[in-house]
């Protein structure tokens, strides 16, 4: 039987890894996946995997807080969600609502700034009010922010935004011409917010499942088989090691030194 899992510092994390400080993650986004198929494989009700799930959370924003991660984007529920069962779909948003009010000190004491993305008509008013309450009182922190994707959808975001556009189009208070990938992404959900820099996705399943489709054009993409609920802190490191291997090119080259002339 395996040990428990070792504990690094943030400190002794980069200098075992040989990390620079300029190739960490400014915006990291993770796709959730596997806690329904993570508690089925040890006999349990799905719902007790969405439950562990939240532990995960919370061990992975503070992870964020010690390695100084500036934005952490969590994909919780998305549009297609909807059509889960009902039980399952009210647990999830019973379990939205419980964790905005228990974690809200959290929030609080660690200076997270909370912010969500997604449709907020077919939410709950109640999970509504804990939402904009969470929001309202951390709107002045200064730490790293926390992001949940709640009843969001990549193609929605997108056609939301196509349709404010053209609002501010046929009112005449934009130019047509002046239409640019800058002033898309000002009407998107995640306005004012950086790309991804690297997209993390837990249960195995190699597609982006509608998630920040906009965002994500240059993102690194990190895949583990591992379900979100045994997801450890190691597995984030190893996520960050990789992307800090990766040459980030945008479509150019990186020239070698025989490349350069002098």
Known sequence: MAGPEKKLSVTEFYSMKGIPGNKKPSHVAIIMDGNGRWAQERGLPRIEGHRRGVDTVRMICETSIELGIDTLTLYCLSSENWNRPDSELSFLLSLLENYLIEERPYIIKNEIRFRSI??????????????????????????TKLVLAIDYGGRNDLV??????????????????????????????????????????????????????????????WVTTKRWPEFTKNDFFDAMTEYALRQRRFGGIVAKNSDICH
């Open 118 to 143: 997604g449709r907020r008509d077919r939410l709950p008013t109640q999970v509504l009010r804990e939402l904009d309450k969470t929001v309202e009182l951390s709107a002045c922190n200064s730490g």
């Open 160 to 221: 939301r935004a196509f349709q404010k556009l053209l609002s501010e189009v046929v009112t005449g208070k934009m130019p047509a011409e002046d239409v640019s990938e800058s002033v898309i992404s000002q009407f998107l959900d995640t306005a004012g917010m950086a790309d991804p820099d690297l997209l993390i996705r837990t249960g195995g399943e190699m597609r982006v499942s509608n998630f920040l489709l906009w965002q994500i054009s240059y993102s690194e993409i």
